[in-house]
């Protein structure tokens, strides 16, 4: 990925991060840590894209192409949004619910007691 690239998809995450008023840090961290900017990275458990969305996420989301660097960050951030929502913008909490589902945080009353989720709100 050139600079250019990267500054375009930058770009993109800053102007989805202001639409939903989520940090944009915040944002570009999530990004950075789920899929390093790569807009074509699909994990082995199936997520795809910049913020790593699952399919059945995306389809709640309407995102048609989670491929796509556009759709998938504009679902990814609303996605976020709801879990800061839903967790009173506790952002540990909301991380957590980001990658391991807010039934796990809900089982837990708190950051499941995951290595995976423990080190990806420490990222």
Excluded: H
């Excluded at 699952?54 to 309407?62: E, I, N, Y």
């Excluded at 995102?63 to 951030?77: F, K, R, S």
């Amino acid at each position: 990925m050139t600079g250019a690239d990267k500054s375009k998809l930058e770009k993109t995450v800053e102007q989805a991060a202001r639409k939903y008023s989520v940090d944009p840090a915040l944002v570009k961290s999530v990004v950075q840590t789920e899929s390093s900017f790569n807009p074509r990275t699909v994990s082995a458990a199936g997520a795809m894209g910049l913020m790593q969305l699952m399919p059945g996420t995306a389809a709640s989301l309407d995102v048609t192409d989670p491929l796509d660097p556009a759709q998938n960050v504009d679902g990814g951030v609303r996605y976020l949004k709801q879990m800061l929502n839903l967790y009173d913008g506790n952002v540990s909490l909301a991380l957590a619910a980001y990658n391991a589902g807010p039934g796990a945080v809900d089982r837990a009353g708190d950051i499941p007691d995951y290595r995976e989720t423990k080190n990806y709100i420490q990222k």
